[in-house]
């Protein structure tokens, strides 16, 4: 069997969606997912699209996705690709798919004069750490994640 890598189309956001919902199952986050196919299609294939999603196919069939997108490192003063979700459905795991995508992305970095590919992953999936550290990725144990969202940050963007 073949895995294929292909860019997303509009007409996959169903499938995107569907995806989401898979990996937010996976990580027993469902309940934080208030994604909707409009905001995706918006978010993704709208007249200023913020991240980009790439589809991993298994013989035609969609066995897992990549959504990323593109940061900035001040230090190396070159942009760097951000992976905000990886995601391979449970019957394709073991298939070399993850991988693909994986490296689908690292070719592309590097092709784009990257200085860095990154992603965060959740410190209780150790089968993910195994793997990403087999695919030579080093964990950034010194640097942790801040976020503000939802009632904080509308707090925050309306201090003086």
């Known amino acids: ?69 593109y940061n900035y490192s001040t230090f190396l003063a070159k942009p760097g690709i951000y992976l905000e979700d990886l995601f391979v459905k449970p019957e394709f795991r073991g298939q070399k798919v993850g991988k693909t995508l994986l490296i689908h992305l690292a070719k592309l970095a590097v092709k784009e004069g990257c200085g ?8 209780w999936n150790a089968p993910a750490i195994k793997f990403y550290r087999a695919m030579g990725a080093v964990g950034m144990e010194e640097w942790t994640v801040q976020r503000v969202e939802g009632d904080a940050l509308v707090r925050l963007a309306q201090e003086h």
């Open 116 to 123: 860095r590919f990154e992603w965060s992953v959740l410190d």
């Open 1 to 69: 069997m073949t895995v294929e890598i292909r860019n997303a189309m509009e007409s996959d956001v169903p499938l995107i969606l569907s995806l989401i919902q898979g990996l937010a199952e996976y990580e027993k986050l469902s309940h934080e997912v208030v994604a909707t196919e409009n905001s995706l299609k918006n978010s993704l294939f709208g007249t200023d699209p913020k991240a980009k999603v790439v589809i991993a196919e298994l013989d035609g069939v969609a066995a897992g996705f990549a959504l990323y997108f």
